[in-house]
Nanobody, 124 residues
Framework: QVQLVESGGGLVQAGASLRLSCAAS????????TGWFRQAPGKEREFVAT????????YNDDSVKGRFTISRDNTKNTIYLQMDSLRPEDTAVYYC?????????????????WGQGTQVTVSS
């Protein structure tokens, strides 16, 4: 089993920055794919970014390219989502997820492990 715990959400104004953290515990995730999804009220959960734990390759959704950066710290078993130039449309609950490959990294159903979510609210 893998346990994921997110932190770092909050209420900010448009243009501000936030950094989300996701600490993983339990079995090793050294070969896992880990990523971030978000879900706004009344909308489906959507892909934000993912990082391959082994090698560090990253993939971002077009809606966050140039603004969000996903990274990992192997020593802390933690992944991060640095969010800059936040917009009101970024308001959502952000979830950390992990899965053993192979998978379609944009498809939420392919991820077997999820955190509890952290709220990000961006005011205009």
């Amino acid at each position: 089993q893998v346990q994921l715990v997110e932190s770092g959400g909050g209420l900010v104004q448009a243009g501000a920055s936030l950094r989300l953290s996701c600490a993983a515990s339990g079995r090793t995730i050294s070969n896992y794919v880990t990523g971030w999804f978000r879900q706004a009220p009344g909308k489906e959960r959507e892909f934000v970014a993912t990082i391959l734990w082994s090698g560090g390759s990253t993939y971002n959704d077009d809606s966050v390219k140039g603004r969000f950066t996903i990274s990992r710290d192997n020593t802390k078993n933690t992944i991060y989502l640095q969010m800059d130039s936040l917009r009101p449309e970024d308001t959502a609950v952000y979830y950390c997820a992990a899965a053993a490959p192979p998978l379609l990294y944009r498809r939420s159903n392919d991820y077997g492990y999820w955190g509890q979510g952290t709220q990000v609210t961006v005011s205009s």
